[in-house]
T-cell receptor
Framework: QKEVEQNSGPLSVPEGAIASLNCTYS??????FFWYRQYSGKSPELIMS????GDKEDGRFTAQLNKASQYVSLLIRDSQPSDSATYLC??????????????FGTGTQLKVEL | DGGITQSPKYLFRKEGQNVTLSCEQN?????MYWYRQDPGQGLRLIYY???????QKGDIAEGYSVSREKKESFPLTVTSAQKNPTAFYLC?????????????FGPGTRLTVL
């Protein structure tokens, strides 16, 4: 069973719309959650981190976390063609004895259409 | 500019050869990581290091080796024992191993076995 699950997409949205990306995780003790954006052929770029239940906003991006449902999402408002990329959800499930191990989903491909 | 550099960008290896991938950071981060990314799969942790002269195996360490002689440097050697080394290799760093520490990635090295 996968530990972090994302719909692979592609998710297509028109320019200016809200894109909603979802992620579920299996480990209830997970403490920190991250969203990375990865353009084709490039390395992942951190765009959001969230640690507490609720919403966290940063510009056009909003991360939402619901630990009871083991669910984290990313909303992108006013989507632009430059937002077209693969979005990776990463969950910190810790390491034995403490530590910073990220488990990644396989990513959701977002396409913003003109 | 602070950041993480990886070299080379592209690397071609003949079967049976060992190759070493370079990773350097000037962020003054204590922790460094190596991940591997294959098409359709999430990033997988190969090795990580919290301090100089100390490193730990990740999920897929077989066929790889690392060293951490300097805080700034964490080279990865892909040995001939690695059965399927063709992949995109990503180095990352974080302030420490605390679960809230964000990980930042270098630009990556794309390794192809001929």
């Amino acid at each position: 069973q996968k530990e972090v699950e994302q719909n692979s997409g592609p998710l297509s949205v028109p320019e200016g719309a809200i894109a909603s990306l979802n992620c579920t995780y299996s480990d209830r003790v997970s403490q920190s959650f991250f969203w990375y954006r990865q353009y084709s052929g490039k390395s992942p770029e951190l765009i959001m981190s969230i640690y507490s239940n609720g919403d966290k906003e940063d510009g056009r991006f909003t991360a939402q976390l619901n630990k009871a449902s083991q669910y984290v999402s990313l909303l992108i408002r006013d989507s632009q063609p430059s937002d077209s990329a693969t979005y990776l959800c990463a969950v910190n499930m810790g390491l034995t004895g403490g530590g910073n191990k990220l488990t990644f989903g396989t990513g959701t491909q977002l396409k913003v259409e003109l | 500019d602070g950041g993480i550099t990886q070299s080379p960008k592209y690397l071609f290896r003949k079967e049976g050869q060992n190759v070493t991938l370079s990773c350097e950071q000037n962020l003054n981060h204590d922790a460094m990581y190596w991940y591997r990314q294959d098409p359709g799969q999430g990033l997988r942790l190969i090795y990580y290091s919290q301090i100089v002269n100390d490193f730990q195996k990740g999920d897929i360490a077989e066929g790889y080796s690392v060293s951490r002689e300097k805080k700034e440097s964490f080279p990865l050697t892909v040995t001939s024992a690695q059965k399927n080394p063709t992949a995109f290799y990503l180095c990352a760093s974080s302030l420490g191993l605390a679960v809230y520490n964000e990980q930042f990635f270098g630009p990556g090295t794309r390794l192809t076995v001929l």
